[in-house]
């Protein structure tokens, strides 16, 4: 084991409790202590993201933040969670978008999902592809805690809402190799806290919110973002995604078409012990100020699957691949209720012509957002001494070098 492995091992090793998002001024934030006498832990200093490396996916420009909240008005909030080691290790959160500066329960937009494998859960879908519009904010959090999430959403639209019902969507990915997933740690505070933190800006990545306890490619995973903004003569629009990557093998992992994963193999860092790869999970929600439809919306979901294969992933079997992809786009709103008579609106949508800039920029936007993941990502050590090593940024820089595309 190398020095620097055994440095994060120790001190993530260090028994505390944290409920924060991932640093001051980033999206989700610190948030209040709760319960069990729950102490704010400052975040480590975050290591560097693709572009600040050199690597640079694709030929489009990001935004300023070269994340989803570069899309105007979505908003992201993170609640972390870690504790304990051995059988009591609590290595998990909740991660809550809200879509627009609007109300998230009130108007609603069009939206669309696509699942590259199905096994894993991301509710409200159902009546999403009947209406083809998103009525909610969007959480993400580990398996055991969909529930108590989406719950804690449904009782947020009774309070700020109008609606007597509410179909809020949440999704998930399987933490259970970092985190005591059963123990059912996530409760509906630590979701409206998420939700309360939620702000526009640099979102925080890898090891907080719902991807605090994911493992992607055999290495720390965790949350990741980027975002891309069209050429002038495309329509200028701006795509942005978010990830929750807790999929994929080692030998599998691609970077910039360099197999950096038969590179940096077990024998260079060891895999996080017995668990069968690639039956993990991957999430992605892409948000774009596009007017599109919710068939197009479908069709933008879609390609996150491209990007995803473009690092190696393939929708394994065992792996719940799901994206949910919406158009913030004000004249695609309509109000998800009336009062009074029946009343027409009208809405914008894109040709279909001129969806394939929108395309390209979801796939490198993936890529990258899974790519950032990783490497923000740190060490953990988690339940049962499960431990599972971050991306080494300079192994992984050295692996580039060797086929020119540094």
């Known amino acids: 084991m190398t020095q620097r492995h055994s440095d994060v091992t120790r001190r993530d090793l260090t028994r505390r409790t944290m409920l924060t998002g991932a640093a001051a001024g980033l999206a989700g934030a610190a948030v209040s202590s709760t319960a069990n006498a729950a102490q704010e832990v400052p ?20 935004g300023k933040h070269n ?24 290595r998990t959160g909740v991660t809550m978008l809200v879509p627009h500066n609007g109300n998230p329960f009130e108007d609603v937009i069009p939206a669309g999902f696509h699942w590259l494998n199905g096994n894993g859960e991301m509710t409200g879908t159902a009546w999403l592809r009947e209406s083809g519009l998103l009525s909610s904010p969007v ?57 309360r933190s939620a702000r526009s800006g640099p979102v925080a990545e890898g090891n907080v919110g719902g991807g605090t306890g994911m493992i992607c490619h055999g290495f720390k995973g965790g949350i990741g973002t980027s975002s891309r903004v069209l050429d002038g003569a495309d329509g200028g629009w701006t795509v942005g995604v978010l990830v929750q990557a807790n999929h994929g093998k080692r030998p599998r992992l691609t970077v910039q078409g360099v197999p950096v994963g038969e590179h940096i193999g077990a024998d260079v860092v060891p895999l996080p012990g017995e668990a069968q790869q690639g039956a993990g999970s991957i999430i992605t929600l892409v948000a774009t100020n596009a007017p599109l439809s ?76 899974i790519l950032n993941a990783m490497l923000a990502a740190r060490t953990m050590t988690g339940f049962r001494g499960a431990t599972a090593y971050e991306l080494p940024d300079d192994k992984l820089l050295d692996t580039l070098a060797k086929y020119n595309r540094r």
């Not at 994340?67 to 609590?90: C, F, K, N, P, W």
């Not at 691949?321 to 913030?328: E, M, R, V």
């Open 139 to 195: 959480g993400i959090t580990n398996t055991g805690s969909v529930r108590v999430v989406r719950d804690a959403l449904y009782a947020l639209q009774a309070e700020e809402g109008k609606q007597s019902w509410s179909l809020p969507v949440v999704a998930e990915t399987w933490d259970g190799k970092l985190n005591d997933t059963d123990g059912q740690h996530v409760t509906t505070a630590h979701a409206r806290a998420a939700y």
């Open 294 to 369: 919710a068939q197009q919306c479908d069709r933008l979901a879609q390609r996150t699957a491209l990007g995803i294969g473009r690092t190696g992933g393939a929708g394994e079997n065992g792996s719940g691949d799901g994206t949910l992809a919406f158009s913030t786009a004000a004249a695609g709103r309509i109000p998800a209720s009336l009062d009074g008579p029946p009343s027409a609106y009208t809405v914008e949508q894109l040709p279909n012509s001129a969806v394939d800039p929108l395309f390209y920029a979801v796939v490198e936007a993936t890529e990258e957002a």
């Open 67 to 90: 994340a989803i909240t570069d899309v105007d008005g979505v908003r992201v909030g993170h609640t972390t969670l870690i504790s304990g080691q051995g059988d009591e290790a609590v």
């Open 43 to 62: 975040p480590p200093k975050a290591r560097p993201r693709a572009r600040e490396l050199g690597i640079r996916v694709g030929s489009r420009e990001t």
